[in-house]
């Protein structure tokens, strides 16, 4: 089922962007139109499905969960818990100020088995090295500036679709 905002991922480019739908006619059809584009990071190890690679998977995936709400940008989690924040010393690798979890959407490619992005904790997330951002730098995640992820962690419901493309 289409949902109101989209938000995409391209790899290649360490850009994604959010994608707002009007429904056409009043039916299920959407036609989606840019609202805004982002610098982001994602695996420094590349591209990849399996459990254990570290890689960023590829695919049509969803929020399935939001952790975070209300935390001051700069909040680190552990286990999606907040344990402290940056400025506390805490280690820039860090996940941080709101946690977007993702699962994939196509069995056997990203849902299911050793490829499951879900249960590879694959997370739309803050990080301490907002430096780092516009090159793979992550460990699968995708990382944005806590300015971009705060509103559209605010903005998009769980379910929201999330498509992860190379280019």
Known sequence: MPTRHVFTVRI??????????????????RRYRLVREFVCST??????Q??????TPLGLHRI???????AEPGTVFKARKPIGNLRD???LASITTRILWLDGLDPGFNR?????????????????????????????CIHLADAD???LFDLLPVETLVWIAEK
């Open 64 to 70: 399935a969960e939001k952790h975070g709400a209300g």
């Open 43 to 48: 695996s420094k190890f590349g591209i990849g």
């Open 12 to 29: 290649a480019t360490q850009r994604a962007a959010l994608f707002e739908g009007s429904s056409i006619a009043g039916g299920a059809d």
């Open 112 to 140: 299911g088995g050793d490829v499951d992005t879900f249960q590879r904790y694959i997370y739309i997330h803050g990080f301490g090295d907002q430096a780092s951002l516009g090159r793979p730098a992550s460990h699968g």
């Open 50 to 55: 399996i459990a254990g690679s570290n890689c």
């Open 89 to 91: 010393g805490l280690p």
């Open 149 to 151: 992820l705060v509103p």
